[in-house]
């Protein structure tokens, strides 16, 4: 992989990874537990697979 693109890679991944830290630190500071925010963790990446699966298989549908 080239350096340059290697080194872009690493800042987006930065980026969001505080980013979900942030937002782990504020849900905690508005109340929520450490097992109701895994299931909203886990609640969230199960949306996102029928959502990445429905798109699959509308691109199938369509010939593409």
């Known amino acids: 992989m080239d350096p340059v693109m290697l080194?872009?890679?690493s800042v987006w991944v930065k980026f969001f990874s505080d980013m979900a830290i942030d937002l782990w630190i504020e849900k905690?500071?508005?109340?929520?537990?450490?097992?109701?925010?895994?299931?909203?963790?886990?609640?969230?990446e199960s949306r996102k697979k029928t959502l990445?699966?429905?798109?699959?298989?509308?691109?199938?549908n369509a010939g593409l």
């Open 7 to 9: 080194a872009s890679l």
């Open 28 to 44: 905690q500071q508005e109340g929520y537990t450490p097992d109701q925010l895994k299931m909203m963790v886990a609640s969230e």
């Open 52 to 60: 990445d699966a429905a798109w699959e298989e509308m691109k199938a």
